[in-house]
Structure formats: C-alpha cells, structure tokens
Nanobody
Framework: QVQLVESGGGLVQPGGSLRLSCAAS????????MSWYRQAPGKEREWVAR????????TYADSVKGRFTISRDNAKSTVYLQMNSLKPEDTAVYYC?????????WGQGTQVTVSS
C-alpha cells in the first residue's frame, strides 16, 4: 500500500532553515509527481510546491517562491523541501502528497514552528 512518511520538522527561529523529507513506498515513485502541502492552525490545507516525476518542472505557491526548493531522489524514493528564510507565517504541519490512480495519498505530517 502507498505510504508517505515525513520527517525533519522542528522549531526554528525566523530567518532560519529546515529541510523536510518524505520517504515513499508502495508505488513506482519515479513515475509520479509529488507535492508538499501545509496546514496552519485554524486554516485550510494549502498547496506549497510540486515536482514532476523526473524533477524537470518545479512549481511553487507565491508565498514561498524564492525561499523554498522542492527536490527528489528517485533512487531513494524520497522528496525533499528545503525551506530558507523562514517566517512565523510558515508555521504549519507540512504534508507530503501523491495522486495515484485518482486517489490522493497523504503522510502523517511534520510540524514546523517558526518562532523566536
């Protein structure tokens, strides 16, 4: 079965950096685009970034463009989110996502807190 396991969250000061990882299994990872979403307290889940199966095309939400970088390692079945210049408004639970055969799969999420 499809499994997505996020890691790398934590507490960081404004202006700091974190790198999130999402280890995938149960499907042919190299064949699917992958995305990151986030959900802040009291808000709806929002899309953050997407990377195509080969990594050739990466797209970002305006709120993170220029600060976040999505990447993938198909040999390790892992997708990453490098987050730089973090702001308090980036505080959220971050989720990895894949759409396989018309069904959305989600990981359990990893908490990112940006605070001084």
């Amino acid at each position: 079965q499809v499994q997505l396991v996020e890691s790398g969250g934590g507490l960081v000061q404004p202006g700091g950096s974190l790198r999130l990882s999402c280890a995938a299994s149960g499907f042919t990872f190299r064949s699917y685009a992958m995305s990151w979403y986030r959900q802040a307290p009291g808000k709806e889940r929002e899309w953050v970034a997407r990377i195509t199966s080969t990594g050739g095309v990466r797209t970002y939400a305006d709120s993170v463009k220029g600060r976040f970088t999505i990447s993938r390692d198909n040999a390790k079945s892992t997708v990453y989110l490098q987050m730089n210049s973090l702001k308090p408004e980036d505080t959220a639970v971050y989720y990895c996502n894949v759409l396989v055969l018309g069904y959305d799969y989600w990981g359990q999420g990893t908490q990112v807190t940006v605070s001084s």
